[in-house]
């Protein structure tokens, strides 16, 4: 795959990421050749269906895959450190110090068997070195940060005992623990309502603006993302389709499957009677993945040629750059034929 734009101000870049895993005498090639970066003090969203490799991407750059996992790339730099000459104990520090992640579903993240406050302390000893007493001022501290009540109590509380955004609040909690330089949120909104999305969206914000750490943002919803982040990706069957400032992606997508998310989104505009459009099919088997490009069978554009390799990245600007063989004018003129 082609590298990215070079740029001084990126805090993570990587170089052609494969991830494949090898299970029951087959291979899924979950991740096909990423090249991205994240910026300094930036929110970078990651979107895309299920399966489409986000997460494992992500886990990839942190070395949490499981041993059938085989990862592969040219590079993997962190603030100029390249991760593939790491050891397995300096990858095992930087991870949680540096580089910190909020997996997904609060709801079964945390150990049942544990106080609220266990969770906390044992990540302030183990990457901070504190001692008991100081990691619970510090675990006090955290907790008040991040919203939640009567900090004090709550050290001794149960996470049965937490709704499902407070538990959410605890794990981000327990990823700024240790000061990291990016933090990694994973589906941070997902089995939440509505109103306490807002407000957990509205926190990383808020936590972002005042430690200006940077944040990779990893959702399936496009909607969510939209006043929060400065950049997105959007992924698809392990590749990524396409990149670009917000404001591009929102306004200018290039690619179809981006301009197939947007207009799935439901718009609350008066008067907007226009029905959504659903995405016809079902994502790709990553098993033995098409050669073409991984969305031709769902796409109302495709043509033969879209069957016989990978698209090349056409760059529309500094910031965007997609992955189809039709120009975006192209794709218009055929917009404009199908309706």
Known sequence: ????????????????????FRTHGKSVKAVRGVSFYAGYQEILAVVGESGSGKSVLMK?????????????????????????????????????????MVFQDPMTALNPLRTIGFHLTEVLKRHRGMDKRTAQKEAIAVLEQVGISSPEKRLDQYPHEFSGGMRQRVLIAMALCCRPKLLIADEPTTALDVTIQAQILELLKKLQDET????????HDLGVVASLSRRIMVMYGGLLMEEGLTEEIFYSPKHPYTRALLQAIPKPQAGDRKRLEPIPGMAPSLIDPPDGCPFAERCKFACEQCEKGIPKYRV??????????FSAEEL???ERKVD
Do not use: W
Request: charged letters at 30%; aromatic letters at 2%; glycine letters at 4%.
């Open 60 to 100: 990839s750059i942190l070395g949490l895959m499981p041993e059938n996992a085989e990862v592969t790339a040219d590079q993997i730099l962190f603030m100029d450190k390249n991760i593939l000459e790491m050891t397995p104990e300096q990858q095992r520090k930087m991870r949680g110090k540096e580089i910190a």
């Open 316 to 325: 529309y600007s500094d910031t965007q750059r997609a992955m189809c063989i």
């Open 1 to 20: 795959m082609e590298e990215i734009k070079k740029n001084d101000d990126k805090i993570l870049s990587a170089q052609n990421v494969h991830t494949t």
């Open 212 to 219: 200006g750490m940077s944040i990779i943002l990893i959702t």
């Open 332 to 334: 218009d003129a055929r």
